[in-house]
């Protein structure tokens, strides 16, 4: 059964603005696929938006908003994003959600293809 946990947000406790955080999402319970890995995030009464993404070839994008400050990266053989925030604004809080999306690759079988979500992850800047 296919599994994404995320993880490193705030805990509860918030992030002075100009500060720094890492997101870790990991993903578990799979064979051989492609995989690509896509942070969302949605603030209180605003539309889930995309942060940024990696995929198998480390291939990368940034929403205009984060380019700049968050660095995506990945370690392949812990099947494992992170997401790293440095120069945290207010504008940044939000709740972070890792998705995965996996792919068979041909000629192997048995890759639960599709999208995945963990269960989100919060991030709080106050103002």
């Known amino acids: 059964q296919v599994q994404v946990e995320e993880s490193g947000g705030d805990g509860g406790d918030s992030v002075q603005s100009g500060g720094s955080l890492r997101l870790t999402c990991r993903v578990t319970?799979?064979?051989?696929?492609?995989?690509?890995m896509t942070w969302y995030r949605q603030a209180p009464g605003k539309e889930r938006e995309l942060v940024s993404w990696?995929?198998?070839?480390?291939?990368?994008k940034y929403s205009d908003s984060v380019k700049g400050r968050f660095t995506i990266s990945q370690d392949k053989a812990k099947n494992t994003a992170y997401l790293q925030m440095d120069n945290l604004k207010p504008e940044d809080t939000a709740i972070y959600t890792c998705?995965?999306?996996?792919?068979?690759?041909?000629?192997?079988?048995?890759?639960?293809?599709?999208?995945?979500w963990g269960q989100g992850t919060q991030v709080t800047v106050p103002s």
């Open positions: 998705k995965v999306d996996l792919w068979a690759i041909a000629g192997k079988g048995g890759c639960p293809s599709g999208g995945y």
């Open positions: 319970g799979f064979g051989s696929c492609v995989v690509w």
């Open positions: 990696i995929r198998n070839d480390d291939t990368t």
